[in-house]
């Protein structure tokens, strides 16, 4: 990671008298935080959490969001999640080389495709309604470096189309299972298959539902043992804690 | 059914002058209705919605139960449900000859065993501890004059044990499931089976599972079409619900 | 049935060594998912569970909708739930014959009348407000073919009106019984009529109604037994539960 | 009343100079409140909202009841409200003219049965677990001065045991309907009866009763006009809103 | 009352033999109930339980709404709550005299105003943004006769405001308090006043309000005696049950 | 104060006999009520609890809102909470001096800059989706005349970020710390300095953060010891909150 | 503080080359966390938040207490909380001088008298039943060196109980509001003091209180500005706060 | 793994013909499920999802648990959760060899100390009050053959302690991070550390706590990315999440 690079030889410097504590301390201060005024951007946080730092566009005017992009744009490549229409066309006034993915709601710039990392990550949708989640998550995947495939459309209800899809999903690395309504997927996979799960119950349904508790609910009761669950319709969350078990793939600490 | 012959002949009797309107109100208002001070017992009511009156113990005192027991064992077959052990024993040494089942906290008096009816219950339990509210279920069928059996322990987490059980499940005429946790075993079969289908969530789980809110949510909410659900832990209720519609597979008027 | 049909055709070809066994599983895998990338249209669902695939039109785009509709309306019936206008604007200019309610927000093609079962259906309703579900109701019925009639307004508030109507609700063979507010009327007919009844609960009311949580919770724990019931404005679930019923009375093996 | 009349020679005598401002404001101070340290009985409450002061015994140790109840013994009347028989008996011990109903909780001394009042309150009761909250009402109700009886059992799941009290019933100035599972009864009653009605939830039921949650919502919700609730299982905030009530009807300005 | 009247000529003329008892039946029922198709007008309502027929424009659409509001107007005075100013215009296109209330959000035609009953009603507000749902209780009392009038801005975060009109409460018969926030304002007035007074929860408020709740269950749990309450912005059931008290002032029975 | 020198004046001139009792009250009575019909406003609240009267536009038309702040204008500064854009433009087509925070939402006029107090508070902030409320309590602090800066972005997630502010954070004298999400930004911020920590929960997140309720819990719950919170999204409460501390600061009783 | 004494000194050995700095921090870090095993006691917590650490006896066992009571007992006053008279007894028996108060369930050891720092806290009690938690806030108040008195039984039902403390409440420094029920003294106070409240919502009350979620929600709600709150029955975090806010009164760069 | 070896051998001699495939059924169904009557064990779970069967002994008899355990035990190790310590009674007066940790409530039998796996789970709480739950993921961990130590006591209100354990950590496979209270101690460990991170809430906590609620909401809510979580005091469920984790570690396909 070009990150860690830079900073190696900063310290290498001070060590070697090359440089002074003082000045050493400001270079690093300047290049981690960039302060736009309303925002801090965070941009070593890669070295701490191994996550670059990510736009959530919630919450933030469309001119907040550009102005962000924009600061990131030039340090590399930039996602930003939970993105309006409106927010997305006043970014792509500007960046116009930006993309923007309506269903998952994402906008990204792409400067160097991220090296594809270890294991396979195979994202599965109980219904139709749930791929606006899953293309959060897939779309993350891409930008942290991990392949990742959707299966979709195979919720319990009809339970055949699940099995038709085993052999697949038991080749998955990890898997991130999306579901809405009662989320029993989750547990269902979860019984059949020995990879970790990560559950992403999705606020769709209605009524007694109640915006997604329900499946949420449901997932952290699961009677599967050792499914793990993120927030209703996190699939940016999901993407990223199965980017933290990929990674450990290719750690020479633990795989001799 | 006696109820409704005995109220056929007093009916007659009236037309035929036998009897005045008056006599005959006062009859019928004592038959129906016998008033214990704090509880009115309701005989009749087996003629309006087709089930006789059972006690429902919860906030009754040991003394209020063994006198409400009393009454009703003289014109029959006693159910109480929600019956504590101190209850129990407060009644059995009134009455030794009633029947306690502590798992399923029901009190029964069987005068006359129910003849049975049509059709076929099948009682299914996600996990052993669900089986006090199955056998909640099969005593109040047992009253009802229903055939009913219990499959135990098939929960979607060793989901092969679900289907070496199919065969036995098709043959239902209705089904009761009763699950915990988050729930999603009514999901399963409900994509499975096209019999009617009763869910009762119960309070089996714990943390997130909020005393069975997270299974009662899970089963409103659920994918599967067509499942309906009774109250938490009511294995009484599902067992009505069994009746109202075994009930009607006798009925020569949807018959032919 | 037609699928049964063509379903034993098939099998018998492979027991008279006509077909081999890949080839039936390859024939039978494409005639039972058709894979849209998006979607999985289940056409043998009713093999299964005995209910056609529906639409469940809620967060999915105007253009998915209209997409699987075209394929579905290529093997028979359609039945598509919880459309929108704008949604239904979309699917008519594909398909003008399709046939949209918009206070039922149901789309339907019938490609040919289901032949109607047995049984007679009556769907009851406590307020005007509560005509949206009782539409879904109503026409899911009658997509799977079963007979079904709306008694409307006939709430506690002014019980008379639901006195005058008991002669029509006591040939019901299954009752839908729909109300907002407290939901009371699912108690009071249970009380008096010995059919099966199938609660649903709208989200009609305000403040602490909570969208329909009142009603809900009310209906599960009501005082009369044996009421089940679906999840809070779910017309479609109530009449599927209404037809796992009905279907039980051309049956053989109960009835006699 | 006996206070107001005390009052009044007071600041007569004040007016006519028997009696200086600052000596009469010690003696309403000292009369109005005892402070015991860790209370301040306010035994002139009865001058602005015409209730005297009532022991609520919860939270409260069995030594700070039995010690207010003394001091308020010495100067009439005493109800205490949610006593535990521990507590009761400790006040017993210290007065043994001291009266504990264990149904309902109360404890009392009379020292002059309070003159009763015009109206006449209808406590009714849905079931026969309902009667602890009916009897702490009545309690309160004869220790105002309010006459008041209890229909007990009349709960909707039975309607006629309802429709045959509905002359009493209609008789009363006050009705105050105690009803526990889905609470019905009030929203039937509210749809018969044109007098006050005061609906009481209570906690009995189970499972998605939530502790009294359903009744209350659904009483809250209740499609009859005019009805109006206290909180969960309040038999004593229900009889001094019928007092409030049938205070009225004695005074001349409103009834000529 | 103009309903009783026509009611007992019926009744006497059975009584004399002018009139056939299915003839009379026939006639009742007529007047009774007006069938609309998606709506039953119970036109008899006033006969039960004193309250005449009101329109809940909530969930209705502008067709609905001012179809039952010709019909009803045929028959005399028409109030309807909940109506939107879109459902409004609609009706006032029909019945240009009918007059809306945009702030209380009803709808009224009067074709001869209510003789004013006994009693004064006072409509408490603890701030202007709970000034809606007074208007609606104030016109519902309007509609059902009884004198009312507003004192609007007095909450307890400047408590000398209630202070100035307290010789203004004290007047009241009965007391209608609304509030948002915490509701305090209710606690207050109940500690100060021995009148009845019914609690309107509004959901005015933000963040931990939840649209009401807060005011709700702090009116529910009020230390003060006596005060019941109503569902949240329900101005309307306020009124109503204000009516079901002061109608009691002008009855004989109790008055002497 | 202003208002403390006018209210002494009045007094001594009643002690001197230049003014009657009768004559005193009716002058303070005018001064301290504004009567406009819908809205009391409170003139001499400052008097009380130390905070001038504020509009809370929120459930108020534009009309109500511009009559009010042209009535409190004339009386010197004013400061309205919640106005929507709507209704600043309304009142800004009135008073075109009147200043308007679109972030925060807030609407001023300085008649006269409030002359600064003692005490530095620091408003911090986790995310720039936090700004709003930061700015309503920074408005809220300048019209009490309380020195307020934002130190803003500084969330538990990149935690040096925080770190490098804590000089800052330690000169405060009190810190309004503003979070949504899991608000962890308090508790580590409480356990790092010594000084009073308002905490307020925003509504920023999504899914399980139920619109600020995880946030709001997640501070009540803290670890942390002594960290107070206000209402969620409640930027003008912290502010209040913070000026009742720092006026201690000037307190001649406190400080020697 | 003694804490701060020993540290500098320290350093200035460090400083003057009397001990190396490996040594350095050998010394501070045994210092600082004392390790138990289960427990890591955090000696110096003082010098960054200003609160010597306190046993949260919750959920430990009484053994745990004890081991952790011994160890912070050799090092000066010791505070312990939410202490069952079980443990309670546990501890004594190992340590006889302690001092258990039941009703705070506080258990102390007393080294040296806290010196008194400067305010006054006043600690308000709506209703005898608060008493308890006022108790835990007293005995926190005591041992972090601030003078606190108790006004118990002031609840707004009985609003002249309040006002007769006024002089009292306008005196204090801080004010700590301890309230169930509906929570309403702290909005009366907030309105009529100026001075800094900590709002603590107890669980008194039932039924619709839920345990205390009425009074928080309430007290979050309030329309009197500037009141911050702190978690239901944390009579101990209502007492750092006020520490955290009398603190600021001695610091010289506010005081001048 | 012993049980897949019996299985490939199995399988072998079905296709050698050395077994017919009814005999080969015969034996797998045999092997695979137990059936006690009220429970079917499940043996072969290990195949199909990696985790041996354990018995949860929440809502089981002692008689039933002693019954699992004994059949069990009888096939290599046990592991029982949830197990009073009524219930280790009675099943070590069964089975004395059986080992009971009363803080975790885990009864285990260890027949064969499982061959440690790769990785290196670190267990982390807050407080000492969570040892309970982090005993039951090192038992879980330790029956599953993962390498697992416990760091406690380390919550954010002195987060130096945090700091001290940071190497600690970062060696770490997988981190288990459990606490109660707001739960904040997630977000920061996943701010710092780019391991997996399984978070689990606890209990732990009182009032606005709601039982483990404010915990579960903040870690969903978690400002870190890349944190799941499990249910409310879930041990066992995080350590078979980490254990789906670190069984990546040896395999082949993904290390090379």
Redesign the interface.
């Given at each position: 990671m070009n990150d860690q690079q830079e900073l190696r030889e900063l310290l290498q410097q001070i060590r070697d008298g090359r440089m002074n504590v003082e000045q050493g301390m400001q270079v690093l201060?300047n290049q981690?935080?960039q302060d736009l005024?309303?925002?801090?951007i965070?941009l070593h946080?890669e070295l701490?959490?191994?996550?670059p730092?990510?736009i959530?566009a919630?919450?933030?005017?469309p001119r907040?969001v550009g102005e962000?992009f924009g600061h990131m744009r030039a340090h590399g490549n930039v996602l930003a999640t939970?993105v309006t229409s409106k927010t997305a066309e006043h970014v792509l006034s500007l960046f116009p080389d930006a993309c923007y993915d309506p269903?998952g709601r994402t906008l990204t710039h792409v400067h160097e495709e991220p090296s594809p990392g270890?294991?396979k990550t195979v994202i599965v949708t109980?219904?139709?309604?749930?791929?606006?989640v899953a293309h959060e998550a897939r779309t993350t995947c891409r930008m942290l470096g991990i392949p990742a495939t959707i299966v979709?459309?195979?919720?319990?209800?009809?339970?055949?189309?699940l099995f038709?899809q085993m052999e697949h999903l038991r080749q998955a690395?990890v898997l991130i299972v999306i579901a809405?309504?009662?989320?029993?997927l989750a547990?269902?996979i979860?019984?059949?298959?020995?990879?970790?799960?990560?559950a992403v119950?999705t606020?769709?349904?209605?009524?007694?539902?109640?915006?997604?508790?329900?499946?949420?609910?449901?997932?952290?009761?699961?009677?599967?043992?050792?499914?793990?669950?993120?927030?209703?319709?996190?699939g940016?969350?999901?993407?990223?804690?199965?980017?933290?078990?990929t990674?450990?793939?290719g750690q020479k600490d633990?795989?001799d």
């Open positions: 201060r981690m935080v005024g309303h925002t801090k965070d946080r701490r959490n191994g996550f730092e990510v959530y919630e919450g933030k005017t907040q962000i939970r269903l270890r294991g109980a219904g139709t309604s749930d791929l606006g979709s459309d195979v919720g319990v209800a009809g339970i055949h189309r038709d690395t809405g309504m009662e989320g029993a547990s269902v979860g019984g059949l298959v020995d990879k970790p799960i990560i119950p606020s769709v349904g209605y009524g007694a539902h109640f915006a997604g508790l329900a499946a949420l609910l449901g997932m952290l009761a699961s009677c599967a043992s050792g499914i793990s669950v993120v927030n209703i319709d996190n940016f969350g999901a993407a990223c804690a199965a980017c933290r078990i990674r450990l793939l633990h795989a």
